[in-house]
C-alpha cells in the first residue's frame, strides 16, 4: 500500500496497529499531546483510563437519560391521575383518588420512570454513537477486522487539520506501531 | 518476600497472601478467548446438544397443544376453581419470574459492586432471565380467561371507555414484569453488540455476514464510542439494580395487599426477592454446569464462579429460611386467630403439609451443605443441590398459594385443589419453550460474553507492560492485576 497517494481521492486515514494495550496507552497519549483531533484507538473491549490518555471528557448520556427518567416519571402521573379522575374514577377497595391514596400509584410510577429511561439509555446511546451505520471506509480494511479479535488499533483519519501523508506515518512509526496500513476513503 | 520494603514499586495488592485466585485461568490470550466462545456458534453442534434440542422441541409442542386446548375449550381444563381460583398458573408464574432475577442481579448488582466474576457468567445468565420470563408471561395471560382480552391490562383508549384501576396489584404487576423483560432486553442487547462485532468480522457465510452485521449495527469499537457505550452499560446496571428488587416485590404485593391469612404479612417483599435470587443461581448453575463441560469453558467458567454461586446459594437460602421461621413466629406471636390457624394447618394438619416440608428441607436444609468448601468444590453435589433448590421453590410458591386460599375465613368456603392433567403438562411444557430459547441461545449467540472476559485478563491493563518491566528490572517477572495504578503515581 502506498502512501504517495496518486489518485486524487482523498484516503480515509491510517490505520496502525500496536503490540498491546500498554503500547496503544501511550502511543495515545502521545498523539493527543501531537494535537490531533480526528483520531481513535480501536479495541476489543475498553481500556481502563483510555478516555484519559485520549484527553476526553465525561460521556453526557446520563443527561439524556436523566430527561428520559423525568419524562417516564411525568407520563405515568398524568397517565394515572387524569384516567382515574376524569376519565373513569374507580373507588374500589374504598380508595378514592387523592392525596391519601399516593402510595398506591407509586409502583406503576416507579416502573415507568425506569422503563422510559431504559429507552433514553438504547436511543440516546445509538444516537451519541451515530449508529447503526452497516457501512464504514475502516470496514474496507484488512488491519482494520483485527479489532474485534485481538488487535490494539489506533485510526487517524485524514481530515484532521495535522494530517500530512508521509510525516503521519512517520509520526506512527516513531510511537511504536508494529503494522500501518493506509484506508481508502 | 526476597528484598521486602525496599521495592517500593511494588502495588499494596501485590503482597504476597493477598493474591487472588485468576478470573482466567491458563494465563489465556485474547485470541484464545475469540477462537473457544466464537469457536461454539461457528462449528457443528456436538451431539449432546441434539439429545437435548430434539425432546424440548417436542415438549414445546406439548406447550402450544395445551394451550391450543385451552384457548378452543376454555379455562375449564384447569383443575382450580372456588376456593382455590390461583392454582398452578400462578404458582409457575412466580416460579419462573423469580428465576429470571438471578441473570438481572448478576449483570446489574455485582456490577455495581465491581465483582468482576461476574463478566464469565452474566451473558447466559441473561438469557436465562429473558426466556424464564417469557415462561412466565404465558401463565397470567391464560389465567386471565380470555386470552383474545389480554390487551385489556395495557392502558389504551377502548371503545367501551374502560380503564384500568391503578390502584390494583394486578396492574402494578403488569407494569412491573413488562418492565422487567423490556429492561432486561435492552440490557442485553446493548452487552452483545461487541460481541456481534466479533462474530460478524469472524463470518465465512453470505448469511452470516448480513445477519450479524445487521444486528451489530456497525460496531467499530473505538475508544469514542465505547466512552458512551460503558456509560449506558453502567446506566443500564444502575436502572437494572432497584428494578429487579422491585419486580419480585410487586409480585409479593399481589398476595400482602390482601387479607388472605397466609398472605397479609409484611415480610413478603424481601423474603420473595431473596427466594427469587436463591432459585435464579440454582438454576444457572443448572444450566452452566453441564454447559462448561460439552463445551470446554472451564477457563472462563472457573471453580471460583462456582464456589462464589454455591455461597450465593446458601447465603439466600438461609435468608428465606429465616423468613420461614419469622412468619411461623408472627403468626404464633401476633395471636391473630385466623393467621395461626392458617399456619398451623400449612405445617401440621393440612392436607398440604408435605409440600412444606419438601420445601424447608430442599431451600433450607440442603444448601447448608455449602458451609463446606469440599461441597463447593464438587461438582455433583452443586448440581444436585441446585435441582433441590430449583424444586424447592416450585415448592415454595405452592407453599404460598392455593394453601393459604384452600382455607378461607369459613368452613363453608374450604376446598381442596387438584391439578388437571392439562395444567401438568402444560408446567411440563414450558421447560420444554425454556430449554428450547436456551439450546438456540447457545447455538446462534456467544454464550460468555466475550469483550467483558477479555476486559478482565492482567494484560488488559493498560500499565500491565509497565509494570512487568519495573518488576523484571528489580525482582523477576510477575503480574499485576487490572485496575492497579499507573506504576508512575507510585512513588
Known sequence: ?185 | MANGTTDQALHPSEAEGVAREPLVLNNRSFSWITERICGIVENRQPLGWWFLFIPSVLLAGVLIGTLVYLVSTGVGVWGNNQPVAWGWAIVNFVFWIGIGHAGTLISAILFLTRQKWRTSVNRSAEAMTLFAVVCAGIFPGFHVGRFWMVWFLAPVPNANAIWQNFKSPLLWDVFAVSTYFTVSVIFWYIGLIPDLATLRDRARTKVRKVLYGFFALGWRGGNRQWQHYEMAYLLLAALSTPLVLSVHSVVSFDFATSVVPGWHTTIFPPYFVAGAIFGGFAMVLTLMLPCRLIYGLQDMFTMKHIDNMAKIILLTGTIVGYAYIMELFISYYGANKYESDAFYLRILAGPYRYYYYCMFFCNVIAPQIFWFEKARKNLWIVFIVANFVNAGMWFERFVIIPTSISVDFLPAQWGIYHPSITEKLMFLGTFGLFMTLFLLFLRFLPVIAIAEVKGVLPQADPHYHDWKKIKEGRRGPGFPRPGSPDPSDVK
Not at chain 1, 387524569?82 to 392525596?99: A, D, I, M, R, S
Not at chain 1, 447503526?132 to 474485534?148: A, D, M, T, V
Open chain 1, 1 to 185: 500500500m502506498s502512501t504517495t497517494a496518486t489518485s486524487t481521492k482523498q484516503p480515509f486515514g491510517f490505520v496502525a496497529e500496536f503490540e498491546s494495550a500498554t503500547d496503544l496507552y501511550h502511543a495515545a497519549e502521545k498523539v493527543r499531546d501531537a494535537g490531533f483531533k480526528r483520531w481513535d484507538v480501536h479495541t476489543p473491549f475498553p481500556v481502563h483510563g483510555m478516555d484519559h490518555a485520549m484527553g476526553m471528557r465525561k460521556s453526557w448520556l446520563s443527561g439524556v437519560v436523566l430527561g428520559g427518567g423525568l419524562t417516564g416519571f411525568l407520563t405515568a402521573l398524568v397517565l394515572q391521575f387524569f384516567t382515574q379522575v376524569n376519565l373513569y374514577p374507580t373507588v374500589v377497595q374504598g380508595k378514592p383518588t387523592n392525596l391519601n391514596t399516593v402510595p398506591a400509584f407509586f409502583p406503576v410510577t416507579f416502573e415507568l420512570t425506569i422503563l422510559f429511561s431504559a429507552f433514553a439509555t438504547l436511543f440516546g446511546l445509538l444516537i451519541f454513537l451515530f449508529l447503526p451505520r452497516w457501512n464504514h471506509p475502516l470496514f474496507e480494511s484488512g488491519l482494520f477486522k483485527k479489532f474485534s479479535d485481538d488487535g490494539f488499533l489506533l485510526v487517524i483519519e485524514s481530515k484532521d487539520p495535522k494530517f500530512r501523508a508521509e510525516k503521519t506515518r512517520e509520526f506512527l512509526e516513531s510511537i511504536g506501531a508494529k503494522a500501518i496500513e493506509l484506508v481508502e476513503g
